[in-house]
């Protein structure tokens, strides 16, 4: 069993800057990936970045050279710096991990909104 709290969303002006945080506890030691995915209203839920634990890093075009993902080891905690926000990255963010012999969990989701 893995538990993910995302926290760090708000509700910001265009341009702005927010960084999310996921903390992982439970089996934490059996995780592969972990990674950030959102869900606007009325679409389909769409992966945002990813990070392995070779930390290979990949990123969906709509935010590649904005956004970063990274992550913590020592607090088992995954980030996602989001930088030039704009109005179109308005959704539930969802942070997830992926564990090394296949089941996937998923946080709560923390309400982003980029709006002046």
């Known amino acids: 069993q893995v538990q993910l709290v995302e926290s760090g969303g708000d509700l910001v002006q265009p341009g702005g800057s927010l960084r999310l945080s996921c903390a992982a506890s439970?089996?934490?030691?059996?995780?592969?990936?972990m990674g950030w995915y959102r869900q606007a209203p009325g679409k389909q839920r769409e992966l945002v970045a990813t990070?392995?634990?070779?930390?290979?890093?990949n990123y969906a075009d709509s935010v590649k050279g904005r956004f970063t993902i990274s992550r913590d080891n020592a607090k088992n905690t995954v980030y996602l710096q989001m930088n030039a926000l704009k109005p179109e990255d308005t959704a539930v963010y969802y942070c997830?991990?992926?564990?090394?012999?296949?089941?996937?969990?998923w946080g709560q989701g923390t309400q982003v909104t980029v709006s002046s």
């Open positions: 990070i392995t634990s070779g930390n290979s890093t």
């Open positions: 439970g089996s934490i030691f059996s995780i592969y990936a």
């Open positions: 997830n991990a992926r564990l090394a012999y296949g089941p996937l969990f």
